[in-house]
């Protein structure tokens, strides 16, 4: 049985026990503003607060996981960043039940790390993950520079960190970034069979080895990102962070001042 709900840039569905949370914004490449924010955060609430939620799964329409932070709604200082929740709601905050990412197309800036805030990725052969933040003056401050350099090698991550280069999906497997490939179009359909075997299982079990896996994580999480936060607070708060942002809306190469 299923049920679908949501608003106008959240889809949700219930499948048997699974809870897919669908970012539907297609023609802004499933970008990230403040109310997609805010739906999925609360999204990701609902499946933390139901029992008879036992596996949820985040995904993208229109065959794009996300392009990550909204760039065009950035620059008129809109933001995708909750407190005490982080980006998308969701980046900065221990969830509860096992979360798996299915990735189509692009996974890029926010995008990677809402993927890194779930528990396994699911991706199709064409997907492509990545860092981009540097090329608009900025940095990945909600999990890419805390989580990816635990995820893969510390060279590989900082390569990826510090160029903004693309990592494509293939090569993230063979790193141990993402769970399972699939062919283009199937992310969805091989992550649900995952879900269903997780789900499977007793729901003690799996809500006490989720629960293990967090607390070990979270305070260390939590340390990094503090750290993190205060070294990063000026790159966010300087004219080339703005200036990234406006160039990207406006089509244009940026003029960095270094400040």
């Not at 999925?40 to 995904?59: F, H, K, P, Q, S």
Request: aromatic share 4%; net charge negative.
């Amino acid at each position: 049985m299923s049920a679908t709900n949501g608003t106008p840039t959240v889809r949700t569905e219930e499948r048997d026990g699974i809870f897919v949370i669908t970012i539907d914004r297609p023609k802004a490449r499933n970008a990230i503003d403040g109310a997609t924010a805010h739906a999925l955060a609360a999204a990701v609430d609902e499946l933390d607060a139901r029992d008879d939620l036992l596996v949820g799964i985040l995904t993208g329409a229109g065959g794009i996981f996300s392009a990550g932070m909204d760039l065009k709604a950035f620059a008129t200082g809109q933001t995708p960043v909750l407190p005490g929740r982080g980006f998308a709601g969701i980046t900065r905050i221990a969830i509860n039940t096992p979360l798996i990412a299915a990735v189509e197309g692009y996974a890029l800036g926010g995008g990677t790390e809402m993927a890194l805030a779930c528990d396994m990725i699911v991706a199709a052969r064409d997907a492509t993950f990545g860092q981009t933040e540097v090329h608009y003056g900025i940095v990945p401050p909600e999990g890419g520079m805390v989580r990816l350099p635990e995820r893969i090698p510390r060279n590989i991550a900082l390569e990826l960190l510090l160029t903004g280069d693309p990592l494509p999906a293939d090569r993230a497997e063979r790193l141990g970034l993402v769970n399972h490939l699939t062919e283009p179009g199937a992310a969805l359909t091989r992550a649900l069979e995952l879900a269903h075997r997780v789900a499977h299982n007793a729901p003690l079990a799996i809500a006490a080895v989720k629960r293990v896996v967090n607390e070990r994580t979270a305070f260390r999480d939590q340390d990094a990102f503090r750290d993190q936060d205060r070294i990063v607070a000026p790159v966010l708060a300087s004219h080339d962070a703005k200036e990234g942002a406006r160039a990207f809306a406006e089509k244009r190469a940026p003029e960095w001042q270094g400040s």
